[in-house]
């Protein structure tokens, strides 16, 4: 199984940016995924999930209203929309995908099996 997420980069606050991750080597759409970010000095955090078929997300209260996460099974593909970004947003951002079928998200890092490599997130003041 592997993730490749993409669409990292630096970028000053009040921007924005859409990451990707693409996953292969497992069927997509029965399983939640998520979007997790660690910043430097900090433990890593969940930041949105979503469940199998799009209808159920949840979001950390520290980006409700600004991210979105939104998945296409047909591409394999789980993205994160982030407006308004802040210094407080910088961070490697990794996806998860879900260790067993659920009809929910899932928010418990040791309920995800398989992870990405992350990609760097910075946004500058």
């Known amino acids: 199984v592997q993730l490749v997420e993409s669409g990292g980069g630096l970028v000053q606050a009040g921007g924005s940016l859409r990451l990707s991750c693409v996953v292969s080597g497992r069927t997509f759409s029965v399983y939640a995924m998520g979007w997790f970010r660690q910043a430097p000095g900090k433990a890593r955090e969940i930041v949105a999930s979503?469940?199998?078929?799009?209808?159920?997300?949840y979001y950390a209260d520290s980006v409700k209203g600004r991210f979105t996460i939104s998945r296409d099974n047909a591409k394999n593909t789980v993205y994160l929309q982030m407006n308004n970004l802040t210094p407080e947003d910088t961070a490697v951002y990794s996806c998860?995908?879900?260790?067993?079928?659920?009809?929910?998200?899932?928010?418990?890092?040791?309920?995800?099996?398989?992870w990405g490599q992350g990609t760097q997130v910075t946004v500058s003041s």
């Open positions: 998860a995908t879900a260790r067993a079928y659920s009809s929910d998200y899932t928010l418990q890092e040791h309920d995800y099996a398989y």
């Open positions: 979503i469940n199998w078929n799009g209808a159920r997300t």
